[in-house]
């Protein structure tokens, strides 16, 4: 059985910096892509950025240069490191895997940035 548990989400003035992480059980997570996605109130999911399996990684514009995606394969864990941050980064975040055409979506981890 594939579970994702993402943790380490809270509250942090703008500016502040998080670290999330996602522990998988049932599944490599080195040999997947592992996506993270957030979603704000009354808007729609969105990719924040991917590790790929072989270590490359890609982020949404927003995010770029602040957010960093890194993976601890002997705890078979994904970290996306959020620094600089600012209200419009409040959300939840859930990380993400598809694994032959099945879908896997953690439970979300509530990341709320103060002015």
């Known amino acids: 059985q594939v579970q994702l548990v993402e943790s380490g989400g809270g509250l942090v003035q703008a500016g502040g910096s998080l670290r999330l992480s996602c522990a998988a059980s049932?599944?490599?997570?080195?040999?997947?892509?592992v996506n993270w996605y957030r979603q704000a109130p009354g808007k729609q999911r969105e990719l924040v950025g991917l590790i790929g399996s072989g270590g490359s990684t890609r982020y949404a514009d927003s995010v770029k240069g602040r957010f960093t995606i890194s993976r601890d394969n002997a705890k078979n864990t994904v970290y996306l490191q959020m620094n600089s941050l600012s209200p419009e980064d409040t959300a939840v975040y859930y990380c993400?895997?598809?694994?032959?055409?099945?879908?896997?979506w953690g439970q979300g981890t509530q990341v709320t940035v103060s002015s």
């Open positions: 993400y895997v598809r694994i032959l055409s099945r879908s896997y």
């Open positions: 049932g599944i490599t997570f080195s040999a997947n892509a």
